[in-house]
């Protein structure tokens, strides 16, 4: 009897030491997402992107692929708004594509390597690893990660990072405040990894004539409603609106907002129009910003920084040689969602 308990407590004994044993350290998926992320030769994913900054949420389905070493394509969609954007990396420079406008402009810039970006999963992934003050807990199937964050919005300053238990690929990731409110979040719903991709998937003429035969209904309507005037609900301490204009174009009407005092800034707005060339407009000193809503380019000539977006059928252009560019990115922010009649 004495001999069958040994036994039975020796199996027992071996067992937790092989559970023990299969549950991986921090160290261990530390060191095997660094591996996974350097040896990749790219991947293919879905996404959707929530954002919780407005006064309703927005949501964005969001296209990824990356080929090794630095070709992206980021295709974005708001079916409500009709608004569809492509980011795109190539040979020849960083590209931000409005296909329903014809409208597109090019840069000279190391994105995506400037700043953390919510839906590439390379980007997550090194914020998982840079962070030294990264906490992690394991559930069944997944592995979590509360880091830093490195984004354009100094707003956006922690995140939570879900991967896959079984092969580190992503599941979500929710990017808090400084008082852990969620404003972004991203669910990946499909991720190949290694994927394989054709001769042309990162050129940019196929991109945008590609992506304009899908939005050819949109391109098609041309918005008769008035402009109406958008008001920055973020304006710097010791500056306010000075005047307010409408001026006659050739496309329609074209609305000036004049900002004075300690900082001062101009935002223009009019109708978008669809351009009949798709020559790029060339940043020398620039790079994409992501507005949340939309993507703008953000420029520098001399002393005065510049930003241009479109979003809602309206194309918007701020310019400030007193702002700095995280200035100028918290205004153009707060111009969504705040009409003003």
């Known amino acids: 009897m004495k001999k069958i308990t040994s036994i039975i407590f020796s199996c027992i004994l071996l067992l937790g030491l092989l559970a023990a044993c299969g549950e991986k350290t921090q160290e261990d998926i530390i060191e095997e997402l660094g591996e996974k992320v350097k040896n990749m030769t790219g991947y293919k994913a879905e996404a959707v992107m929530t954002l919780e900054t407005g006064k309703d949420p927005q949501q964005y ?3 990824i692929w990356h080929k090794q070493p630095t070709y992206y394509r980021v295709a974005l969609s708001n079916a409500t708004k009709d608004q569809s954007q492509i980011i795109l990396r190539n040979d020849e420079g960083v590209f931000v594509l409005t296909p329903a406008l014809n409208k597109s402009f090019r840069f000279q810039s190391d994105w995506p390597e400037n700043n953390s970006q919510v839906y590439l999963y390379e980007s997550l992934a090194n914020d998982i690893l ?6 992690f807990t394991a559930t069944e199937d997944h592995y979590i990660f509360q880091t830093k964050t490195n984004y354009q919005n100094k707003n956006l300053q922690q995140q ?7 092969d580190l690929t992503p599941v979500s990731a929710k990017i808090k405040d400084v008082e852990l409110n969620i404003l ?3 669910e990946f719903t499909n991720f190949e990894l290694n994927a394989g991709f054709n001769d042309g998937d990162f050129d940019m003429d196929r991109n ?10 949109a391109m098609a309507q041309e ?4 402009l109406v005037p958008v008001f920055p609900m973020y304006v710097p301490d010791g500056t306010m609106l000075n005047d307010s204009k409408e001026v006659s174009i050739e ?5 000036i907002l004049s900002y004075t005092g300690d900082n001062n800034f101009t935002l223009i707005q009019q109708k978008s129009r669809v351009q009949q060339a798709s020559i790029p407009m060339h940043v020398t000193d620039g790079e994409p910003v992501d507005l949340g809503f939309t993507i703008g380019a953000m420029s520098s000539e001399g002393q005065i920084n510049s930003l241009n977006w479109s979003y809602d059928g309206v194309d918007f252009f701020l310019a400030s040689k007193d702002l700095s560019q995280e200035e100028m990115l918290s205004i153009a ?3 969504y969602g705040t009409h003003v009649k």
């Open 130 to 135: 840079m962070d030294p003050e990264r906490t």
């Open 184 to 186: 972004v979040t991203v």
């Open 251 to 255: 496309e329609g009407t074209r609305i």
């Open 160 to 166: 939570e990072i879900t991967l896959n238990k079984k």
């Open 61 to 63: 389905q969001v296209e």
């Open 208 to 217: 945008m004539t590609g992506a304009q035969l899908e939005s050819l209904p």
């Open 333 to 335: 922010k707060s111009v």
């Open 223 to 226: 918005s008769q409603e008035p």
